[in-house]
């Protein structure tokens, strides 16, 4: 097909531009709410795909990031620090476990990953005994780079794409009922002849793959089959750190501590792009050597940005001296009463729920109908002032923590509304 003269040449990410979908154009963020150029607000009922936590334009935030634009915008971080990054990783080590004591920076959740593959890969590398399989969970979602798609689900977004993405072993998704298949599996990979590197898994909640959620037991037990078969245990907390599961972190809640931890969308508190790879210290003792062909060779030209750093930092003193976690908690309150409210909708099912994530599916007969269902979907929810893109017949809300219950009621009573789209 041909384009026409459109009226603008910007190509967005996930947007079909032949079909000729609105395309918001947004002027001010404040708390929850977005406002568009023809004066129309919207309630951010996706945390502008996940990354903002507290809300928009927080001040704090706001203020760091000017005071240190003013001062030191950009600095290469290849043999040179500055005093936000430092903070930001001395504040990242002190709120997460002891074991992770070396933060690497990198810019967005996708680097983060890649990052540590690169970890998990050097270290058997440079401790002489290598390895390169990696497992990953079924449906699982760790960014759109080629390394990345290659330990992600495979699918349409990937397709094109998919003779160049590396082979990997996929364990089952550990669904309801259905645990002790994930953990046979995952046993069987580790022992497997092929020795893995690691296993990359999103901790409690698949958040690409359809919200798909799983308890803190089984992720205990993969990571313990992990740590008994020198497997190392990626944890991919891009989506679910920063108070997301009601946790700072999704693992605390397993008592699991990953070799790698992946941390970035809500690092800035939502406000710009950031991302840390968090290692332990035989990773990065792999890498300490006095020959130079062992260091950790990987770098982007913005890594640990001054004014990102200055943003992250600002963050850090927000988790430290208010009580975000009350906050999240309320929000969670909040989403249980009204999933609960829709549990016994005949149009719904699965309604579920991890911290302030809350998600349920909106019943279809039809599989030919659901592919363009979220579309419709997203243009009923925009109709009705909300900012909602759900992955398929999934609605999901995960809002910014400073939400209040009369948005929630908001949000909610569309989504009750957006039945009849399906009758
Ligand atoms: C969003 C996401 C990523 C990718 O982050 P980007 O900043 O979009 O590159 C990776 N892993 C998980 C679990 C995510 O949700």
């Known amino acids: 097909m041909t384009a026409p003269l459109l009226e603008s040449p910007i190509w967005h990410p996930f947007t079909q531009h032949g079909l000729e979908e609105a395309i918001p154009r947004i002027v001010r ?36 990031i000017a005071e240190q634009a003013a001062r030191l915008d950009q600095v290469i971080f290849a043999g040179y620090t500055h005093d936000p990054a430092e903070e930001v990783a001395r504040g990242l080590v002190a709120m997460t476990p002891e074991p992770l004591r070396h933060v690497f920076f990198s810019d967005s959740g996708s680097t983060a990953v890649e990052v540590a593959l690169k970890m998990a890969l050097g270290y058997w590398h440079n401790i002489g005994k290598p390895r390169h399989r990696i497992l990953v969970l079924e449906h699982g979602y ?68 359809g919200m798909l959620m799983y308890g803190p037991q089984v992720l205990r037990a993969m990571a313990d089959i992990c740590r ?16 997301r599961t009601g946790t700072f972190l999704a693992c605390e809640q397993a008592g699991v501590v990953p070799d790698i931890l992946c941390l970035s969308k809500g ?18 003792d792999a890498h300490y050597s006095t020959d130079r062909a062992l260091q950790f060779f990987h770098s982007s030209s913005y890594t640990a940005n001054p004014i990102a750093c200055a943003a992250a930092a600002a963050n850090l003193a927000i988790w430290r001296e208010e009580d975000v976690l009350a906050t999240v908690a309320r929000v969670s309150q909040g989403l249980q009463g009204h999933l609960d409210r829709l549990a016994s909708h005949p149009a719904f099912e699965n309604p ?8 349920i599916d909106l019943k279809v007969g039809d599989a030919g109908y659901l592919s363009g269902l979220a579309p419709l979907l997203r243009n009923f929810f925009l109709e009705r002032g909300l900012l909602l893109r759900p992955l398929g017949n999934t609605i999901y809300i995960m809002p910014p923590y400073c939400i209040d219950a009369d948005q929630l009621t908001r949000i909610f009573t569309a989504i009750e509304d957006a039945a009849v789209l399906v009758e």
């Open 29 to 64: 963020g404040e708390g929850a709410v977005l406002h568009t150029d023809d004066g129309r607000t919207l309630i951010d009922g996706i945390s502008s795909w996940w990354v903002t936590t507290h809300g928009h334009c927080h001040p704090r935030i706001v203020a760091a």
């Open 142 to 209: 760790h960014g759109d780079t080629i390394g990345t798609m290659s330990v992600g689900e495979r699918g349409v977004y990937n397709r094109a794409y998919s003779p160049l993405l590396f082979d990997v072993s996929s364990i089952p998704f550990p669904a309801v009922g259905r645990e002790d298949a994930t953990l046979a599996a995952l046993e069987a990979a580790c022992a497997s002849e092929e020795t893995p590197a690691a296993f990359i898994v999103e901790p409690l909640i698949l958040g690409a793959g």
């Open 228 to 243: 008994k078969h020198d497997v190392l245990f990626i944890a991919d907390e891009v989506m679910t750190g920063w108070g």
């Open 267 to 284: 690092i800035t508190g939502g406000s710009l792009p950031l991302a840390v790879t968090l290692a332990t210290a035989p990773i990065f």
């Open 352 to 359: 579920r729920r991890t911290g302030a994530i809350a998600a």
